[in-house]
């Protein structure tokens, strides 16, 4: 987290956005729902953090930072194809996701996981099933009762609303959260402590 102070004496806090959800723009516009800038300004460039792409972490990659000199948040920007908090690729646990919930096409066979990915994909899958009544809650009346059921259930209800990475774009548009954790940055400094994992 940043240190800049913001107007209300609370340090700003760091933001995320998806690269896709810029729609070929350079930098992102600050937020509508900025109480400082209502998206009325472009945001600065800030400089890169690298991450980790991949389950193994022999890719790197860069979130690429931008400063609101309005309100003082930093925004991240994630880059295609990742998660928010984790390394393995959106499309990976998708095809292993589909593939596991028989969801998978008559096209060619993924390759096989690693050990190292095969433990990426079981922890994900572990968080992603203690987080189904929180989904399952936000997507309200779009997801089936039976969704609920358990995690192939509800990945078939869930895909059935379009792609994974469709979904986090959603997710983090409408709702401030992701498939796997919450954007604690994103509540209010009081209610950090309270989000669900």
């Known amino acids: 987290m940043d240190c800049v102070l913001r107007p209300s004496g609370y340090p700003a806090a760091a933001m995320q956005l998806f ?26 460039r800030h400089g890169t953090i690298p991450r980790c792409r991949g389950s193994e972490g022999k890719e790197k990659s860069g979130s690429v930072r931008f400063f609101c000199v309005q309100c003082g948040h930093t925004w991240s920007v994630i880059p295609a194809d990742m998660f928010p908090y984790r390394s393995m690729a959106v499309s990976r646990f998708e095809s ?9 096409g008559r096209g060619a066979r993924p390759p096989p996981t690693t050990e190292i990915e095969e433990g990426c994909f079981r922890r994900a899958c572990k968080v992603l099933s203690k987080r189904i009544p929180f989904l399952c809650g936000l997507l309200g009346q779009q997801m089936p009762l039976g969704a609920r059921a358990d995690l192939g259930c509800f990945w078939r209800a869930l895909r059935e ?8 774009i959603r997710l983090a548009r409408d709702f401030k959260t992701s498939l796997l954790a919450c954007y604690l940055s994103l509540r209010s400094h009081w209610d950090r402590k309270e989000a669900p994992d």
């Open 161 to 168: 609303l379009g792609p994974a990475g469709h979904i986090l």
């Open 19 to 44: 690269e896709s959800s810029l729609c070929g723009a350079d930098r992102p516009l600050a937020p509508k729902g900025c109480p400082e800038c209502r998206g009325s300004r472009k945001l600065w």
């Open 96 to 104: 292993l996701m589909d593939g596991r919930f028989g969801l998978a």
